[in-house]
């Protein structure tokens, strides 16, 4: 509905003998467009109600009641904005709102102040909350709110920064923002799946899609599965996987006979057990059933040379010397290892002493892992650089601890780990730590040039 620039008149009603009532005052305003009038008159009759707009045309008045409209302008914005009567228009203008939907969300939502009406749109929940209806009427979604108010109410309370991230969560089956946040970053994208990993115990979707696949009840589980696949170079069974983990126990130069291997084997495998059922995992692989089996197993893999020799005649494996296997030092936990009660220094020398003392023991595959933090720790920055130039020599990235990287070596190579640290912690966090790692663990003493090392003979 266009608009003239009106100029208003007030007058008092007076009987005119040529007066014409229109219809409707979208009729009055169109005639006076229609006719470029420009003068309108405020006819005060009896009381406010009957008070109305007027316009002199060819000498006849041509009027309709204000309907409570201050100005025609303010009713040709009125019906454009979609309000119906004036109270609502001028009440909505009190409140700061131009448009009928606007004026309707504050009024039935008791937002009180036009800031918080503003954010609400800034942030999408106008929009928003049609496309959380669409959404509800898709899936169940157990939130209930009755307009965008509430619907911005409720993400603020849940910690979401707008509608459309609240939008996205809801459709994955997510309620709050920083929950939400967490199960991306292990990649979940559904509740679901974050739900039944949680009840696994699982920490990652990788995890749970694993354990989907191949039958993995939970993170005992899983754990005991992982444990046993970083040992694995060339489609070994488990069960051939767990003789590699037994040999890699036995104590060096022992002579264990085929009967005694294959008895500890298969207390071994029944260990995987599911206790409340006395089942054998699903994944798990078998291919030993018989000491034939093993005794071609022992003679044939690569990775069993590593540990020792087996004796096609006497029938029994000879567990190799400790200097034939591979060894990781703990950098950090041997450099603040000092040579005195008094000297206190975090020394690189320490490692390089440790170095040669297994070396003559002879020790050939020797790898040294240590934190990014020590080499701004020690005090011989020069002997470091040494050692790093002759060794093979590992630094964990920054933010992440060696011994991450000193329990995996350990366990994808079942080598043995040079350190005084009991990985206490590490223990309460991962059985498989727990159980083996002190099989693994030479401990030591400096004293001067010397090393003390009671498990090594």
Not at 11 to 25: C, D, P, R, Y
Not at 129 to 150: C, G, M, R, T
Request: glycine content about 4%.
């Amino acid at each position: 509905m266009k608009q003239n620039n009106y100029q208003y008149y007030s007058a008092s009603s007076t009987n005119f003998v040529n007066q014409l009532e229109l219809s409707s005052l979208t009729e009055l305003c169109n005639f006076a467009q229609q006719n470029n009038v420009n003068a309108v008159f405020i006819l005060n009759k009896e009381d406010v109600a009957n008070t109305s707009f007027a316009i002199n045309f060819s000498g006849c008045i041509i009027q309709h009641k204000t309907n409570g409209f201050q100005t025609l302008e303010h009713y040709a914005t009125a019906t454009e904005k979609g309000f119906t009567n004036a109270q609502e228009f001028y009440e909505a203008l009190d409140l700061g709102h131009t448009k009928y939907d606007d004026y309707i969300l504050v009024k039935q939502s008791g937002i009180k102040d036009l800031a918080t009406f503003e954010t609400i749109k800034k942030k999408g929940f106008i929009k928003g909350f049609a496309d959380y209806k669409e959404l509800k009427n898709s899936i169940e979604i157990d939130v209930a709110v009755d307009n965008p108010y509430q619907l911005y109410v409720y993400a603020k309370e849940h910690h979401f920064e707008d509608a459309n991230s609240l939008l996205e969560a809801l459709k994955n089956g997510f309620k709050d923002a920083a929950i939400y946040a967490s199960a991306k970053d292990l990649g979940f994208n559904l509740y679901a799946d974050y739900v039944e990993a949680i009840e696994k115990s699982l920490r990652t979707f990788a995890e749970l899609e694993l354990a989907r696949k191949i039958g993995i009840r939970n993170a005992v589980d899983f754990h005991k599965y992982t444990d046993l696949q970083v040992l694995r170079k060339n489609d070994e069974k488990h069960d051939e996987l767990l003789v590699l983990i037994i040999l890699s126990r036995v104590e060096e130069g022992k002579k264990v006979s085929l009967n005694k291997l294959n008895t500890i084997l298969q207390n071994t495998i029944q260990e995987y057990k599911y206790p409340e059922t006395n089942e054998m995992p699903s994944w798990f692989t078998i291919s030993i059933s018989s000491l034939d089996d093993l005794a071609r197993f022992l003679q044939k893999n690569n990775q069993v040379k590593k540990y020792g020799t087996y004796d096609i005649d006497g029938e029994f494996f000879e567990i190799n010397r400790l200097q034939d296997r591979a060894v990781v030092i703990d950098a950090s936990n041997v450099a603040h290892n000092s040579n005195s009660n008094t000297d206190k220094k975090i020394l690189a020398k320490n490692i390089s002493i440790v170095v040669d003392f297994l070396q003559q023991k002879g020790f050939t595959d020797i790898t040294i892992i240590a934190d990014a933090s020590l080499r701004h720790k020690i005090s011989d920055g020069e002997v470091l650089q040494t050692i790093k130039n002759n060794y093979t020599y590992l630094e964990a990235p920054k933010e992440s601890p060696a011994d991450i990287f000193i329990i995996q070596y350990v366990k994808t190579h079942h080598c043995l780990i040079i350190s005084n640290d009991t990985f206490r912690e590490w223990k309460l966090q991962d059985l498989w730590v727990a159980d083996n790692i002190d099989f693994y663990r030479l401990s030591f003493l400096i004293k001067g040039n010397e090393v003390l090392m009671p498990d090594l003979k």
